[in-house]
Nanobody
Framework: QAQFVESGGGLVQPGGSLRLSCAAS????????IGWFRQAPGKEREGVSC????????QYVDSVKGRFTINRDNAKNTVYLEMNNLRPEDTAVYYC????????????????????WGQGTQVTVSS
């Protein structure tokens, strides 16, 4: 059964950086699109970014454009989310999940497209 394990969260001051990791086990990552989502207390889970199975197509929610970067290392079966210039409003539990598209060169940050959710990693941005 496909499983993801997220790591790399923590407490960071505003303006700081973190790198989250999404490690896959039990299946081969390369053909799957991977998405990062986050959920703050009392709010709906929202899409942050996704990367296609092939071709390196990426998508970001407007609030993180220019600050976050998603990339993947298929040899390590891992997808990363580099987060820079963090803001208090980025505080949330961050999750990764996978999606399958007929066109493996695309992804869309829609929660309903994704499944096999990990357990999440907490990111707290506070001074």
């Amino acid at each position: 059964q496909a499983q993801f394990v997220e790591s790399g969260g923590g407490l960071v001051q505003p303006g700081g950086s973190l790198r989250l990791s999404c490690a896959a086990s039990g299946f081969t990552l390369p053909v799957l699109a991977i998405g990062w989502f986050r959920q703050a207390p009392g709010k709906e889970r929202e899409g942050v970014s996704c990367i296609s199975g092939v071709g390196g197509y990426t998508q970001y929610v407007d609030s993180v454009k220019g600050r976050f970067t998603i990339n993947r290392d298929n040899a390590k079966n891992t997808v990363y989310l580099e987060m820079n210039n963090l803001r208090p409003e980025d505080t949330a539990v961050y999750y990764c999940a996978s999606a399958t598209y007929p066109n493996q060169r695309m992804c869309v940050i829609l929660k309903d497209h994704f499944d096999s959710w990990g357990q999440g990693t907490q990111v707290t941005v506070s001074s």
